[in-house]
């Protein structure tokens, strides 16, 4: 075995997949990342494809590219830049080459470097290698077409289904490159294909030749090896953040013992949620596809009404339309989820690509006195967790709840330590009975202010609630201008009380020092991945990471005064940061911000912070 | 729906508030009607869910001694089915008007209608905004001078049973303020039929259309000008019952028995049950001055409803399915043991 002599076995890598949006490269890094969680690898993936779903052939445009990042230790992000790339065609290579390590490998399909691609990817000249400066990479040109042709003559394919298995030959190269077994991937094809025979064979007969194909050229040895990561014993699935966020929601169903309603409208990047719980009819899950985003939310408003959980699910031009029903479920205190999943903005923005910048949206984008609570998750699989946390909130203080995920966390995965529903914290929704000497809708619970829910059905409860002003207590239409601002008051102090029911702030690092990171959301894994490096440097760097919004934690501001500067990093304009000087005004807070509709890398945030630290 | 013995009165459904619509406006008499009508039901108070948007009608819910909830514009269809998809064992009444279903909840209007949700719509349709204190509405005839069309409108109004039938609605019926007891035996059939049931109540706003049904409702002249349908019946009226209405090729026509050999055998006889909507959308669009109008139920055809097909579907899934729990599916599918 002349192979394991030339393994190397490395602590982490990252890999990106990358071609045209019609040659299966979200397949192909799903495949590979799935192969790798299963034999106990950490790992972290970053999908980054087009808004278009066949955007022009060939071009930077229409590049579709999937990367993962595998680590024998604890994976926090999907990695800056790939040690590998696949590159399937010009274009591919065009757009992905800038983001791939100095020295990196680079497989190419020779087959698709024509002249006409060349040119279709922007190329001036017949050579890309020199054009882009790539001469101090591995470069693989591997006849990826031309073998995969040969591969299947005899399969009786046409030949555009037989263009089509070429992700799998490169897919079998990456396998043997990183030691990885095939079995998962025969498996899939078997389950996948099953109906067609033939395609099963097709796909099975490519994938083996790709992997046949780099053991034969030498030009890829070494190969490498990473071991399992050392991690916590139980059993784990590999998840994205919108069936985490999904599948919160029906576990806090669960927990609460009520059914689970989902109103919403397709938007690219919250679909998945909708078809997740559409899936879930074992569960009883009711799901409402309705004819927009509006009645997305007003359907689950009336399943609210009517005693369910309910939630809806959105992206940013979503939640602009459902402002005005968010405002009705505030002043009819009424339990909902709104689960936003940021993308690229204003308006139609840039779709397919992740931001943080519906965070005003959310605290302020409605009319009145409007405040509701405001969630974020931090990782795909803790989309679970705040899923489940939001609906709790909702539930127990009577409000809406918006849970802020973002197209980052909605399609990146990771493996996922299943939980125990027995583990999961109890949801005990503020019920009212026939006990009830006589029901008032807005009696409240003196601790919390939160009133109770009585759901239609029960005789002796029957009430009116609505979008007018109600009196405080009876719940009846009221003009009188000191019951307006009692109620006011009231909304807002609700909500404010929150806080007196959520974990208080941790830093992670030192709890003082100079410099505390201050993120939310979804930037944690690149955040702790630089504050880990930099401390590893001996630097006084520590991050505090924010999932509650509104309310903040109650120690927010003893944890800031710990530290002699403050960086607050976002994926938008500064929002957080502008949140955090209304709330907590005497400290200075400095800003790292991004919006190219990316992530940050670990590599800019550290060069960013060392400045910071270093004035 | 659970069916009691139950004696309940119209007055069982009245709330402690305060009517506060105009002295004279039709809302009162519809009102009337449908506490009336529920009374009738034997359906308990505690599972009825009276959902309105926003206008002058869509204060109905706070005179009802229901389950009730006023919303915003446009809305109660979204609202209402909502309440209907989540507990199907309620009956979902939805209150709303001409601009609040046509104009600014047109869109939930049709697709509420297209999914056939068991529940009753009852549309306040006065030609007119009222609470905006009269701008013209999408059933505001053209030329009429409002507020926002001091020249007269250049707008073609809607006619709210054309998009009922058109949007494949399964009940539409017409009724008029000026007639409680039509009204409420109305209120009765669209509640008792499965499906969404479209009442459109010919309702008069006394401050900013006066009068704006007169011409078919005043006594000199409504048994000249109202055809009241009943399925099965052949389609008389006039004030000797000596009119009716007969097909003559694709066209209606009005006669007169006895009169050039028309016998009342010739006679269009309502078929509020066909399938196909071809005489029930001629009879939607007759009108004055050459028809009477139509009143009563216009089509009923019943069939599947979405909250009876999702209830459906899911005993179907769960019949089969291994996953019966959130532990079962965190387990299902791929995955590994560490």
Redesign the interface.
């Known amino acids: 075995m002349a192979k394991e002599a030339k393994i190397i076995e490395l602590d982490k890598v990252v890999i990106r997949f990358s071609g045209d949006s019609g040659d299966g490269m979200q397949l192909t890094g799903t495949l590979f990342s799935d192969t790798s969680a299963l034999i106990g690898n950490d790992l972290a993936t970053f999908p980054d494809y087009p808004a278009e779903i066949r955007a022009p052939q060939g071009t930077v445009g229409g590049v579709s590219g999937f990367q993962v990042h595998l680590g024998h230790s604890k994976v926090n992000t999907p990695g800056d830049y790939a040690d590998v790339l696949v590159a399937m065609n010009p274009a591919a290579l065009k757009a992905s080459s800038k983001w791939t390590k100095r020295g990196g490998t680079i497989i190419v399909d020779i087959d698709s470097f024509t002249e006409k691609n060349l040119l279709k990817a922007g190329y001036k000249t017949q050579d890309p290698i020199t054009e882009d400066k790539l001469g101090d990479f591995n470069i693989i040109e591997a006849p990826i077409s031309l073998l995969t042709k040969e591969c299947l003559k005899e399969f009786g394919l046409d030949a555009k289904s037989v263009l089509r298995s070429k992700n799998m030959f490169a897919l079998g190269m990456v396998y043997w490159l990183f030691n990885r077994p095939m079995d998962h991937t025969l498996a899939f094809f078997e389950k996948k294909f099953k109906k067609i025979q033939v395609v099963v064979d097709a796909n099975k007969a490519v994938l083996k030749a790709g992997y046949n194909y780099a053991e034969t050229i030498e030009a890829l040895t070494p190969s490498y090896l990473i071991k399992p990561a050392e991690i916590a014993k139980g059993t784990y699935r590999s998840i994205n953040g919108n069936t985490a966020a999904a599948w919160g929601l029906i576990a806090a169903a669960e927990k609460a013992n009520l059914p689970l309603f989902l109103g919403s409208y397709p938007i690219t990047p919250a679909t998945e949620i909708l078809q997740e719980l559409a899936a879930r009819k074992d569960l009883g899950v009711k799901v409402f596809q309705a004819e927009d985003e509006i009645a997305g939310i007003c359907t689950s408003i009336g399943a609210s009404f009517a005693g369910s959980l309910a939630a809806t699910s959105t992206s940013g031009p979503g939640l602009a339309l459902k402002s005005e029903a968010i405002g009705l479920a505030v002043i009819t205190e009424l339990p909902l989820v709104v689960i936003n999943v940021q993308r690229g903005g204003p308006s139609t923005g840039l779709p397919t690509k992740t931001e943080q910048s519906d965070l005003m949206q959310a605290l302020y984008g409605r009319n009145g006195e409007s405040p509701v609570c405001v969630i974020a998750s931090s990782t795909p699989s803790n989309c679970f967790y705040y899923s489940f946390m939001a609906a709790k909130f909702a539930l127990e203080h009577m409000t809406p709840v918006i849970l802020l995920t973002d197209g980052f966390l909605a399609n990146g995965s990771e493996p996922w330590k299943v939980p125990s529903m027995a583990d999961m914290p109890e949801i005990k929704p503020r019920l009212a009975n026939i006990n009830n000497k006589e029901y008032q809708p807005y009696l409240r619970d003196d601790e919390t202010l939160v009133r109770e829910w009585a759901k239609p059905g029960i005789a002796g409860l029957e009430h009116r609630i609505g979008g007018l002003e109600k009196m405080n207590i009876t719940g009846t239409v009221s003009y009188v201008p000191e019951n307006h601002e009692v109620m006011s008051n009231i909304r807002e102090e609700k909500i404010k009380r929150i806080e007196n029911y959520i974990p208080l702030l941790e830093t992670e690092g030192d709890e003082s020092g100079e410099v505390l990171v201050v993120g939310w959301g979804g930037t944690y894994g690149h955040l702790i991945s630089t504050v880990e490096l930099m401390r590893a440097e001996g630097k006084s760097v520590s991050l505090a990471h924010f999932n509650y919004i509104n309310p903040l934690p109650k120690n927010t501001a003893e944890v800031f005064s710990k530290f002699k500067k403050i960086v607050v990093c976002e994926i938008n304009l500064g929002q957080f940061a502008s949140y955090l000087r209304m709330k907590h005004q005497s400290f200075h807070y400095h800003q790292i911000n991004k919006v190219q509709g990316l992530p940050f890398t670990v590599q800019e945030l550290k060069e960013k912070i060392e400045k910071i630290l270093e004035a | 729906m659970e069916v009691q013995e139950l004696q309940l009165t119209a007055k069982d459904f009245k709330?402690d508030?305060e009517v506060r619509w105009c002295p004279g406006c039709g809302d009162h008499a519809v009102l009337n009607a449908v506490q009336k009508a529920m009374a009738e039901l034997g359906i308990?108070?505690?599972?009825?869910?009276v959902?309105s948007g926003?206008g002058c009608s869509s204060r109905f819910?706070?005179y009802?001694?229901?389950?009730?909830?006023?919303?915003?514009h446009g809305?109660a269809?979204?609202?209402?089915?909502?309440?209907?998809?989540?507990?199907p064992?309620?009956c979902v009444w939805q209150i709303t008007g001409d601009g609040d279903a046509l104009a600014i909840g047109g869109?939930?209007f049709i697709?509420e209608i297209r999914r056939n949700i068991d529940l009753n719509l009852i549309l306040f349709n006065n030609e007119i905004y009222g609470l905006t204190k009269g701008q013209y509405s999408p059933t505001t005839k053209e030329g009429k001078i409002t507020k926002s069309s001091p020249f007269g409108t250049v707008e073609s109004p809607f006619k709210p049973g054309q998009l009922v039938i058109g949007s494949s609605g399964k009940f539409f019926a017409r009724t008029l303020d000026t007639n409680i007891k039509h009204t409420t035996q109305i209120m009765i059939e669209a509640a008792t039929f499965r499906g969404t049931s479209v009442v459109e109540v010919l309702q008069n706003c006394v401050i900013y259309a006066d009068k704006i049904h007169a011409e078919i409702t005043d006594k000199q002249f409504k048994n000249e000008r109202q055809l009241f349908l009943e399925h099965g019946k052949p389609m008389i009226f006039g004030d000797n019952n000596d009119k009716g209405i007969i097909l003559r090729g694709m066209h209606l026509e009005v006669v007169e028995i006895g009169k050039d050999g028309v016998t009342e055998a010739d006679l269009l006889v309502h078929d509020a049950k066909s399938e196909n909507p071809f005489i029930q959308m001629m009879l939607v669009n007759m009108g004055l001055p050459n028809f009477p109008v139509a009143f009563g139920v216009i089509r009923a055809v019943e069939s599947a409803t979405y909250d009876q097909k999702?209830e459906r579907?899911?005993r179907?899934?769960?019949a089969t399915?291994k996953?019966?729990?959130?532990?079962d599916?965190?387990?299902s599918?791929?995955?590994?043991?560490?």
């Open positions: 709330s508030q308990a108070r505690e599972q009825f869910a959902i926003i819910p706070y009802m001694n229901t389950y009730a909830f006023h919303s915003i809305r269809g979204a609202i209402a089915s909502g309440v209907k998809t989540a507990n064992s309620l869109n939930h697709h999702v579907q899911i179907d899934v769960q399915t996953i019966k729990c959130m532990d599916l965190l387990r599918g791929s995955t590994w043991e560490v």
